[in-house]
């Protein structure tokens, strides 16, 4: 149950840095300083001219390539609060990492952009604008594929703004999504537990929790590898295809699950924010955290939620206990990681995946190929 299937689609492609090399280049002088944003979620900067979300283009292809809009008035203001000013003729080329370059269904990735002098960068994927967060001279962002997502090139556009407003960098590139082999399985639900399998039920406990694990806080509030939320065995994996009582397949299982008794601790896998606490007919009791940069944890079936949306909660802290509430055979716990509302494997955010050397810098020769369309 334990065997990663197919780890080494994990970290493929030439870019092979983990987020945990990233992350710890990003926050190790500083451990505990929070990361601030840069502009925010109402800045759009592909406002206008930002492509059609249903038709990614494949190639990129510089006379084609889409120009995000002149600088809104929001990125005027945080313009205009920076009270040095370098020209951005003097500013050195952005560097953009991709990790990984390709991606299996079900995975998060991380874009790292680093701007010596820039101010603001943001991301554009699948019709969705994302201001990266900033510190020093690295902004970073991450995004989730969703384990049923569709396989095949899909185009991410980067942009870098300037302490005058001006574009420093569009640049255009493609991540290639390749399918993972998720395994299928029919579970058994009878007695009671067969009315939760009513889609109202599933649709009401989505609707209950999806407000509070989409935003984007606008600090990072952990640092490092998350840790598994239980000391239970993992009994369950991420993606695995999902059938009822011989019926088609209905859903992906959205989460690991740990096995263990009722009332066993159940830890924040790390530092953040509770954003959601409360119960729903499907997951029962559940609690969620928000560790920013749009990631959260889900955790659910709880017999117990021992903190209340507001609580700050460091990694390893007791936040609830382990049972067996709503949609459940037997005490366990159902875990999940969210980016910016896509479930995704928590594998890799636990670290029961091989990386690559965590200490390692980001090497200039990892990043993308310049295709600055904002310069030339
Ligand atoms: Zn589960």
Do not use: K
Request: charged share 20%; net charge negative.
């Amino acid at each position: 149950m334990l065997d990663s299937p197919h780890p080494e689609r994990l970290v493929t492609g030439p870019l092979r840095l983990s987020r945990r090399t990233v992350l710890r280049a990003f926050v190790g002088a500083g451990a505990g300083v929070l990361l601030s944003a840069c502009g925010g979620d109402d800045f759009d900067p592909f406002a206008e001219s930002r492509p059609a979300a249903t038709a990614p283009s494949a190639e990129v292809d510089e006379q084609a390539a889409v120009q995000p809009a002149d600088q809104s008035s929001s990125q005027q203001a945080i313009v205009s609060e920076r009270q040095e000013t370098v020209s951005s003729e003097e500013l050195p080329e952005p560097l953009v990492y991709i990790l990984p370059s390709s991606v299996a269904q079900g995975e998060t990735v991380l874009v790292v952009v680093e701007a010596p002098g820039a101010v603001s960068a943001s991301l554009w994927w699948q019709g969705q604008s994302l201001s990266l967060l900033h510190r020093e001279n690295r902004f970073v962002g991450f995004f989730g594929i969703d384990a049923n997502a569709q396989v095949g090139p899909r185009a991410l556009g980067i942009g870098v703004w300037g302490p005058d407003g001006e574009q420093l960098l569009w640049q255009e590139t493609v991540i290639e999504v390749v399918a993972f082999d998720w395994t299928v399985d029919d579970i058994r639900i009878d007695g009671p537990n067969a009315a939760l399998l009513d889609p109202t039920v599933r649709r009401a406990d989505e609707e209950a929790r999806h407000p509070h694990q989409v935003g984007q806080s606008q600090q990072l509030h952990w640092l490092g590898v998350f840790d598994p939320p239980s000391d239970g065995q993992i009994t369950a994996l991420y993606g695995e295809q999902r059938s009822f009582n011989g019926g088609p397949i209905s859903e992906y299982h959205t989460g690991i699950d740990f096995g263990g008794e009722t009332g066993s601790a159940i830890r924040a896998a790390n530092s953040g924010v509770v954003s959601w606490a409360g119960r729903t007919r499907r997951r029962g009791n559940g609690i969620i955290v928000d560790h920013g940069a749009g990631v959260f944890t889900g955790y659910y079936h709880l017999s117990e939620v021992l903190r209340t949306p507001g609580t700050v909660v460091e990694q390893g802290a007791l936040i609830a206990r382990m049972g067996a509430t709503g949609l459940a055979t037997g005490p366990h716990l159902h875990w999940e990681v969210v980016v910016r509302g896509v479930t995704v494997n928590p594998l890799p955010w636990i670290r029961l995946l091989e990386f690559p050397d965590p200490f390692q810098d980001l090497n200039p020769a990892g990043a993308l190929q310049s295709t600055n369309l904002a310069r030339s």
